[in-house]
């Protein structure tokens, strides 16, 4: 059964994701076109919304919604990064840097353009 909108989230609909995300460790749900508001939004009613601190790597949170880190080529005035630029690059742990329980993060991530090929994100439940 899928979730709907996800802006219209209930609390019992917030436990039926959190609960597929504790079964299976990574979920998909299609169809969402969630302004950075509504993703902000949606977090709080997961959980307890982190920011990450301003001496992590990327520093590219989204203007007015600290909570949203910018994974992008573009910095938010619309600059080009470079080709150096590789945000998250390598193997990590989102949530890494927090002491336990607060190390157990869920991570939302909300493609607004991917490339054709490549660009691949791995995920491991750890």
């Known amino acids: 059964e899928g979730l709907g909108d996800l802006r219209e989230l209930d609390a019992s609909g917030a436990e039926i994701l959190l609960d597929a995300v504790r079964a299976h ?42 909570a949203i880190q910018r994974i992008t080529n573009f910095w938010a005035n619309g600059t080009w990064k470079g080709p150096s630029h590789k945000f998250g690059a390598y193997w990590h742990q989102d949530g890494q840097f927090w002491v336990t329980p607060r190390h157990n993060l869920l991570s939302i991530l909300h493609a607004q353009a991917t490339p054709p090929d490549g660009g691949e994100t ?5």
């Open 25 to 66: 460790g990574v979920i998909v749900v299609k169809g969402q076109n969630l302004t950075t508001a509504e993703q902000v939004a949606l977090t709080d009613k997961l959980g307890e919304t982190v920011v990450l601190p301003k001496s992590f790597e990327g520093n590219d949170p989204e203007p007015f919604h600290p």
């Open 122 to 126: 791995g995920f491991a439940d750890l």
